[in-house]
């Protein structure tokens, strides 16, 4: 028996207008190689054809469909997820990225093997235009992560990560405009360290190439959320924005 036949996962997927790419974020997890998978896909009152796409699916079995009736955020569309989730490995996939074939395969063998709880991996961002794919290079993310590190490197991507749900607690996802999966990350890590699976497991795809008129916006809200959730001093929250910055142009370029 292989290590992980008694083993299951929930895939929480929220949605919201994201109808040029919810298909092949759902076929990749359609085409995993583990197969004992359960997909709980939120859809947050989408306006475009998002919906109309998703039901495509609902008669498979694997696949739960929640429609919700008024827009929310991907804060309650995580949370809810969550909660109507059974399983005891948890994972999530925004809608406008996808897997590699044995995302789920190797990084839960990882997982078994160690006994760990938390993991992650890198991944391959690009930019999305009307037409076309352009790809940068595979990220090279430190090998494991506790709150210290995270608080100056936020380089875990929601979807390339694992948890145990008895790691997650009573954890949610703060009703943020901004940063709630950073913050969700924090508080995890201030109890528990993440472990990378040297693999590259994901694609990100990143919408917008003219989006420097946020940046300084998006540092504010990050100085913002460690004072208040993390409890960072003047300078531990200077060196957190600082180091942040610096790695997202690693990775990124001046987006």
Known sequence: ????????????????????????????????????????????????????KINKYKDYKKIKIVNLKKNKGPSFCRNLGMRISKNNYISFIDSDDYWTKNKLKKQLEFMKVNNYGFTYTDYIPFFQTK??????????????????????????????????????????????????????????????NAIKFDDCSAFYRILNYGRSSSKLENLMNLWSVNKKYNNLNLLDNFLSILFISINSLKKYGFK
């Open 1 to 52: 028996m292989n290590s992980i036949d008694n083993l299951s996962i929930d895939i929480i997927l929220p949605n919201y207008n994201k109808e040029d790419y919810i298909d092949e974020c759902i076929i990749s997890i359609l085409n995993q190689s583990f197969l004992n998978w359960k997909l709980y896909i939120i859809d947050d009152c989408s306006t475009d054809n998002s919906v109309k």
């Open 131 to 192: 037409n076309e794919k352009k790809f940068l290079r595979k990220t090279n993310i430190i090998s494991f992560f506790d709150f210290k590190k995270f608080s100056r490197n936020s380089s875990i991507n929601t979807s390339t990560m694992i948890l145990k749900r008895s790691l997650i607690m009573f954890n949610k996802f703060k009703k943020l405009k901004k940063l709630e999966d950073y913050i969700f990350k924090c508080e995890i890590l201030k109890r528990s």
